[in-house]
């Protein structure tokens, strides 16, 4: 398969680096939840509200406009575009309930309660304010799965000719859709799991992986990104020949 410079998205990169942000933010969040260290509400509030924003402008021009007329790529944009929407929206939904969290500590003059009470009341009220939530995140959880699968079976995001770094691996089409696809598994369960952490008597065993999966996730999101923004040199050098 030739790479056809007219259907590159530009800004997956951007994407991929903004969802490891917001897997890792996700988890940090959680742990330092788990351990009382939550402090002032509307810095977190503001650094899931950023990738939430990045993710919801892009996902949504990804998924709704360019698969009308960029045929070529229309498979990988609707899987990847569609998830970073979902994404995105869910981002910005925690943080809303954040913000208005902090208003609510503002208003009772809690400004300067310590990070252990607010901790506390935010592991109390948690369960019940993401639960509606979870509900989507589960749904979404099975979409990932489901791409992981397809896109190994079917082999939708093999390697294409003509990249930087992963032209490397062209004799083996598999090893960047198994890469993929072992990123979306990892998401998925992470998010099959998160109702099941919020019922009252969890497994803390259902935590733990969840929390694993997401930052492993998270992490190697930022390194494919990082990829990506290093193939955009040759694509850059390409189109100038033209």
Known sequence: MTMDFGTIQFNSALMSITIGVGLLLIVRFMKHLKRSKIGQLEGWSIGF?????????TGA??????P????????????????????????LAVAILLWRKANVFTKNNFDYIDSMTISRILMKE???LLKPLSYFTFALGL??????????????????NGELITSSFTKYPLVEGLFISGLYALTGIGAILLPFTL?????PSFFKVMITCWQIAGIAFILFGMMIYFTLSEIIIHLMGK
């Open 68 to 91: 009308l007329y960029k045929l070529d790529f229309h498979i990988n944009n609707i899987i990847f575009g569609e998830f970073s929407l979902a994404f995105g929206v869910l981002l």
């Open 49 to 57: 509200a950023i990738p939430g924003f990045i993710l919801t402008i």
């Open 126 to 128: 948690a369960p019940i």
């Open 143 to 160: 979409a990932l799965i489901s791409i992981a699968i397809a896109s190994i079976r079917l082999q939708l995001l093999s390697t294409l």
């Open 61 to 66: 021009n990804m998924s709704l406009k360019r």
């Open 199 to 203: 019922k009252q008597y969890a497994k």
